[in-house]
């Protein structure tokens, strides 16, 4: 500054004046400008807190009241309910297991029709259905999902069950008649049919579940399978399915949980007996189908605590599978891990 006419002293203090006014200035702006409030994260972290937590309270509530339910069968039966046989509303003598082992075997056999059907559709839909049939087996596989089990438990009542009896059955019967499952009289609504509907009524949700997950694998998979010769099988089978071995485990446990719940259209084709035969050709019964069937005749307290307690099982049933379909996942994921890094 110099030639303005100040001597230095004052030029001095007027650089330290302005300087400080700068910073006064800078001080007030950031006074001015308020910190950001973090009010909206809390309160979004808090509301998706709450509704997380209401899901397990729905699972505990729903268990609770069951189990108040569902007492005094409890307190007289005990652990017995779910190893005898008797069921005899009469006598008031209730056992579970005829249901128990219904919903296992029914349950067993869909999952053994439909897992690699449901599996194979999605393998072919993503990897080598051309883009014009691949839509309509698409729709068409919602709309299976849409279908009302009431309207397939009829389709299975007079379509399915008169077509079984004829053709199928007594195919079996001759020659694998052998076999302790395919031995007795063939009635129609039986076991084996019980085990189809539900197949049927699973079989969109697994597909679908399926293809989206093998529709996540990422193409530098196939592409590195393709590089070092493989075929399209080959491919599929190491890059696709192996990969997505997880994912497809999970699908196959949705439809499991929705087997075991099934309700309407397994009633009204298995035959709603009580009894454990080897035999697929005769009648069954599963937990939810005598709880739908017998539900409005319960005309004592007795008999309906023992519905109660049936509905617990196959809550407790559902609650454990789903555990136990964990731990495998866990597992397996375990093991995948350890193999990436050997």
């Known amino acids: 500054m110099h030639g303005s006419g100040f001597p230095l002293p004052v030029q001095f203090k007027l650089i330290m004046a302005i300087t400080a006014s700068i910073a006064v200035e800078e001080s007030s702006a950031q006074a001015r400008m308020a910190r950001p409030s973090r009010f909206g994260d809390k309160a979004f972290e808090w509301l998706t807190l709450a509704m997380a937590l209401t899901v397990v309270v729905l699972v505990v509530l729903i268990g609770w009241q069951l189990w108040r339910g569902s007492a005094l069968a409890i307190q007289k039966f005990g652990f017995h309910f779910l190893t005898t046989s008797t069921w005899d509303p009469v006598a008031e003598q209730f056992g579970a297991l005829p249901f128990i082992y219904g919903t296992l075997v029914s349950s067993l056999i869909a999952l053994l029709i439909a897992v690699p059907l449901g599996i194979a559709t999605a393998a072919y839909l993503t990897e080598l259905a051309p ?25 299975g009542i007079f379509v399915m069950i008169p077509w079984l009896r004829d053709y199928p059955f007594p195919f079996l019967k001759r020659f694998f008649g052998w076999i302790p499952l395919f031995t007795g009289s063939i009635y129609g ?49 190491i890059a696709v399915l192996s990969y997505a071995k997880n994912g497809l485990f999970g699908a196959v446990i949705l439809g499991l949980g929705r087997a075991l719940g099934e309700t309407m259209a397994v009633t009204m084709v298995i035959g709603n007996t009580p009894q454990i035969a080897a035999s697929l050709f005769k009648p069954g019964y599963t ?3 005598v709880i739908a069937n017998e539900f409005t005749e319960a005309t004592t307290d007795m008999y309906l605590q023992a519905l109660f307690e ?23 994921a375990v093991k995948s891990a350890t193999r990436a890094v050997q």
């Open 287 to 289: 937990l939810a189908s």
């Open 131 to 155: 883009l014009w049939i691949r839509q309509a087996l698409v729709s068409l596989i919602e709309m299976l999902a849409a279908i009302p089990s009431v309207i397939l438990g009829l389709w």
């Open 189 to 237: 609504p039986c076991m084996f049919a019980g085990g189809i509907i539900i197949a049927i009524m699973i079989l969109p949700i697994i597909t679908s579940v399926s293809r989206e997950i093998l529709r996540s694998v990422p193409d530098l998979q196939r592409e590195a399978a393709y590089a070092l010769g493989a075929t399209r099988w080959e491919a599929t089978r």
């Open 310 to 332: 049936v509905g617990l099982v196959l809550f407790g049933t559902t609650i454990l599978v789903n555990l136990l379909a964990q731990l495998l996942l866990r597992t397996i």
